[in-house]
């Protein structure tokens, strides 16, 4: 969002100011928290990728669920979850769940294009409107 555009609201350029996002969450929102997630967690993105490729490397399938799943119960690593503030000033965490599967499986397709993974049509595919 252009803060410098005087034709928006105070309150639009206060919340860009304050990086609000919508609740429940919208395509991008998820994408960028996504993007931070993994910037600000790089060790259990780590531990998530050598499982997905040791996974693969055994000739399985890759499940994005069960490597969410096997992170939050038996990673080495703890979580830094990122916060934000909804457009209700409601402050909020954005983690690993099971909204994130469709990220997670493209970014390890990103990295590694041969995976056995599959992926879907989902929401965060949609075009914002």
Do not use: C
């Amino acid at each position: 969002m252009n803060t410098h555009d005087y034709d928006q609201s105070v309150a639009a350029v206060m919340a860009a100011e304050r990086k609000q996002r919508h609740y429940p969450l919208r395509a991008q929102d998820h994408k960028d928290l996504f993007e931070e997630f993994a910037r600000l967690n790089p060790g259990a993105m780590r531990e998530i990728e050598l499982t997905a490729l040791s996974i693969d490397s055994r000739g399985m399938r890759v499940s994005t669920k069960y490597l969410i799943e096997r992170q939050r119960y038996e990673g080495h690593v703890r979580i830094n979850p990122v916060p934000y503030e909804d457009t209700d000033g409601t402050a909020r965490v954005y983690s690993i769940n099971n909204n994130i599967t469709p990220l997670l499986a493209r970014w390890l397709l990103e990295r590694h294009p041969d995976m056995r993974i599959e992926t879907r049509r989902s929401f965060l595919d949609e075009e914002e409107s």
